[in-house]
């Protein structure tokens, strides 16, 4: 079984929440929103997608 890495999205430092639908319109998930709450990632319960704002990057 391979097991495959996340996509990891980057947005800007000030966002407080995201959109994720998925990707691949009609083959994607429902539309959910996420808000960072004071952290500095957010990972989609639907596809795994990882948001991870620009500063934490930064931060490594």
């Known amino acids: 079984m391979t097991t495959s890495m996340p996509e990891i999205i980057t947005v800007a430092c000030d966002a407080d929440e995201v959109m994720c639908d998925g990707g691949g319109g009609a083959l994607g998930h429902p539309v959910v ?3 960072f709450d004071k952290q ?3 990972t989609c319960g639907y596809c795994g997608r990882l948001f991870v704002k620009e500063r934490a990057l930064k931060q490594g």
């Open 33 to 35: 929103w996420y808000s």
């Open 40 to 42: 500095e990632k957010v």
